[in-house]
């Protein structure tokens, strides 16, 4: 339970990092929520990677190259299911705010990128 409660810090820190991110795209870019997001969630992900590694998990036993491949895997099928709830809901409910959308994003995508992340990054 400990380790779930990190992981619950880190992932709040992470959807920090994506929202304001979000938020400083769509404020002073061109750029729309859909292509915002993606850089949103590439920076949020290098956040709790590397959150996750000193504080949730600690490091693996594996080089950091291969936990860093190990963790972008998982995070890459994780951010696939944010992205895809994310842009489902906008896309099904034009008026929804982007923020509302992020949020329900990103709890759908918090288990199993919990179990990806204990269970196969960080596992020792």
Same mark, same amino acid.
């Not at 959807?15 to 002073?28: E, K, M, N, P, S």
């Given at each position: ?22 938020? &400083?795209?769509? =404020?002073? %870019?061109? +750029? ?7 850089? /949103?969630? *590439? &920076?949020?992900? =290098?956040? %709790?990677? +590397? ?7 600690? /490091?693996? *036993? ?63």
């Amino acid at each position: 339970m400990k380790k779930f409660l990190r992981f619950a810090v880190v992932g709040a820190t992470g959807f920090l990092v994506d929202a304001g991110v979000l938020w &400083l795209i769509l =404020t002073y %870019t061109p +750029l729309g929520p859909l292509s915002g997001r993606v850089i /949103a969630i *590439a &920076l949020a992900m =290098t956040t %709790t990677w +590397l959150l996750n590694r000193h504080f949730t998990f600690g /490091a693996s *036993a594996r080089s950091i190259v291969v936990e860093g491949f190990r963790y972008g895997f998982i995070g890459l099928v994780t951010s696939l299911v944010n992205y895809g709830v994310y842009a489902g809901l906008l896309l099904m409910a034009p008026l929804l705010s982007p923020y509302a959308a992020l949020v329900a994003a990103s709890i759908a995508a918090m288990l199993f990128s919990f179990f990806g992340y204990s269970r196969y990054v960080f596992r020792r």
